[in-house]
C-alpha cells in the first residue's frame, strides 16, 4: 500500500484517504475544496465541474482560498518585474 501522498503540487500531506477525481487529497485541500465549490454558480454544466476540479488539483494548497487585499497585492506584486533586472 502507498503513502496515499496528497496529490496536489507541493502539498506534504500523506495518508489522504479522499479520492477526488482520482487524486488523493488531504483534509486540508478539501476543506479548501469545499470553499471554493460554495463559491460556484447555482447551475453548471457537467463539463465545468470537472474543468473546476482539475484546475484546483494541478494547483499548490491555498491557490483558491480567499485572500485579503493586502495578500492579493502581495500575490500580484510576485508574478512583476521590472525589466531592467535581467
Ligand atoms: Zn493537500
Known amino acids: 500500500m502507498g503513502v496515499m501522498s496528497c496529490q496536489r503540487p507541493e502539498c ?3 495518508l489522504c484517504r479522499r479520492l477526488v477525481a482520482g487524486a488523493y487529497l488531504c483534509e486540508g485541500c478539501w476543506d479548501e475544496l469545499l470553499r471554493f465549490k460554495a463559491g460556484w454558480p447555482e447551475t453548471m454544466k457537467r463539463s465545468e ?3 473546476k476540479l482539475c484546475a484546483f488539483l494541478e494547483v499548490p494548497p491555498g ?3 480567499t485572500i485579503s487585499r493586502e495578500e492579493v497585492d502581495e500575490e500580484f506584486n510576485r508574478f512583476v518585474r521590472d525589466g531592467d533586472d535581467d
Open 12 to 14: 506534504p500531506e500523506i
Open 49 to 51: 465541474v470537472r474543468t
Open 63 to 65: 491557490s483558491y482560498s
